[in-house]
């Protein structure tokens, strides 16, 4: 039940904080839009790329440091360290493409995140989310396994 309540305070503090950065500036995420937004509008400009660096640094460190903490303070075994960081990085993964990107940008598609020059049927290609969802709960299994490798070691 803790871990529960940890998970959902996880995924509920990295959805607000992504959707807040969408309502101020949907452009800063350009890069992680579906094709078909990218070919209507032009490239971020320098501004925007410097505020996804500012926006990118807490966010990870949220997405990675919270995880850490919470694992290193449960003293187990390889196994469930890294089954719990699966619960946090693949968990947040399929979240977020199932709820933020599939229920939320795809099919609601709230006006905020609606670039200029770029229209609501611009957000609606599944497939892309459904990639990228895909090779995030991938990448998450392998990161959970590295992550869980090296809290074993330090725990020796």
């Known amino acids: 039940m803790e871990l529960l ?3 959902t305070l996880y995924n ?4 607000i904080f992504l ?8 452009r800063i995420w350009l890069h992680r839009m579906p094709p078909e937004v990218v070919a209507k509008v032009d ?3 320098p501004k925007e790329k410097r505020m996804l660096a500012y926006l990118a640094l ?3 460190g949220w997405i990675l440091i919270y995880p850490i903490i919470y694992v290193t303070q449960h003293q187990a075994d390889f196994l469930v360290n890294f ?3 699966c619960a946090f990085f693949a968990g947040f993964a399929a979240w977020d493409t199932l709820v933020l990107d599939l229920l939320i940008f795809c099919k609601l598609t709230p006006g905020f995140i609606i670039i200029p020059g770029t229209g609501r049927e611009d957000y609606s290609n599944m497939k892309y989310h459904l990639v990228s969802g ?5 990448m998450s299994l392998f990161f ?3 992550l869980a490798a090296i809290v074993a070691i330090f725990n020796r």
């Open 12 to 15: 509920l503090v990295a959805s």
């Open 43 to 45: 490239g971020k400009t």
């Open 19 to 26: 959707y807040t950065s969408l309502a101020y500036n949907p």
């Open 134 to 138: 895909v090779k995030g709960i991938l």
């Open 5 to 7: 309540l940890h998970l």
């Open 58 to 60: 807490p966010f990870l």
């Open 144 to 146: 959970s396994a590295v």
């Open 83 to 85: 089954l719990t960081f």
